[in-house]
C-alpha cells in the first residue's frame, strides 16, 4: 500500500460529503444519458443473419427467444483462436448472473463470436459458464456490426467506435470487444444501440468494484492486466 494523505474523522466526512454532491450530479448525468439511449431512431435490418447455436441455426429474430428486446455481447474469439479473450472472459464472468433479471424484463441475451461453436462451448464449459453463447462463423454480422476486421481492414485502417482508426494507433485487431441492442417489432429486427471500448466499462462488474477499491484498478501491469479467472496465480492470505 502507497503512502497516502491521512485526515481525522471530521476531516474525512467533509471531503466524503463534497465527493458525494459530485457522485449524485455524475448520477444525474448517467439517468439523462440512459434517457437519451432510449429515445435514439432505430434502423430497421434489412439483411438476414444466420447463427449456429446449442438449438441449431437461428436467426437474428429467432435469438429473441420470444422477447422484443435482444442484448449482444460481442465476444472476441475469433475463429482460430484457442480461447476467448481475456478482458471479454472476465466481463463474462458476470453474465450468468444477470441473465435471469434480464430475462424476466422482456430482455434475451447472447454472446457471439466468430469461432465455430464447437470452441464457444468447451471454452464455456472450461469457465464454468452457462449463458447462452452462438456463433457468428461464416456470417458477416461481427464486420456489419464493427467488430471484426479483414486482414485488409488491419493493414489499411477501418472504422472502430464510431471513429476511423489506422494500424499506427494500435486498432484494428481482428477481434475487438462490442455491445449492441435491438428491438423486434411486428417480426421485424430493428438496430438501436451500440457501445465499443470504453463505452463498455460500466457493463464490467469487476471495475465498478475496483473503482471503489483504495487503489483503483491498479493497472500497473498495463492494458492487459486482467486473467482469466483460472490463469490468476493462487491468492493467500498474507502469514
Not at 121 to 142: D, I, K, Q, T, V
Request: hydrophobic share 35%; proline share 5%.
Amino acid at each position: 500500500m502507497t503512502a497516502h494523505k491521512l485526515a481525522n474523522r471530521e476531516e474525512w466526512l467533509a471531503a466524503r460529503q463534497e465527493l458525494l454532491d459530485e457522485e449524485k450530479e455524475l448520477t444525474r448525468q448517467s439517468d439523462e444519458l440512459a434517457r437519451r439511449r432510449r429515445e435514439l431512431p432505430w434502423v430497421r435490418l434489412e439483411q438476414d443473419y444466420s447463427f449456429e447455436t446449442e438449438q441449431g441455426t437461428k436467426t437474428l429474430a429467432e435469438l429473441f427467444d420470444g422477447r422484443s428486446q435482444l442484448i449482444v455481447y460481442h465476444f472476441m474469439f475469433g475463429p482460430d483462436w484457442d480461447e476467448g479473450c481475456p478482458s471479454c472472459s472476465s466481463i463474462a464472468d458476470s453474465f450468468d448472473g444477470s441473465i435471469v433479471h434480464l430475462q424476466n424484463h422482456d430482455v434475451a441475451f447472447v454472446a457471439v463470436s466468430r469461432a465455430p461453436l464447437d470452441k464457444l462451448l468447451a471454452y464455456r464449459e472450461r469457465m464454468g459458464w452457462s449463458f447462452p453463447w452462438a456463433s457468428s462463423h461464416g456470417s458477416e454480422f461481427n464486420f456489419d456490426f464493427g467488430v471484426s476486421f479483414t486482414p485488409e481492414q488491419q493493414a489499411s485502417g477501418a472504422d472502430y467506435n464510431f471513429r476511423r482508426v489506422g494500424p499506427d494507433g494500435g486498432m484494428p485487431v481482428e477481434e475487438m470487444p462490442g455491445m449492441s441492442a435491438f428491438a423486434l417489432t411486428d417480426g421485424a429486427v430493428h438496430h438501436t444501440y451500440s457501445a465499443y471500448a470504453r463505452g463498455l466499462d460500466g457493463l464490467w462488474g469487476a471495475y465498478q468494484w475496483l473503482d471503489r477499491a483504495p487503489l483503483g484498478r491498479n493497472e500497473a501491469d498495463g492494458p492487459n492486466w486482467m486473467r482469466r479467472h483460472d490463469q490468476y496465480e493462487a491468492v493467500t492470505a498474507p502469514a
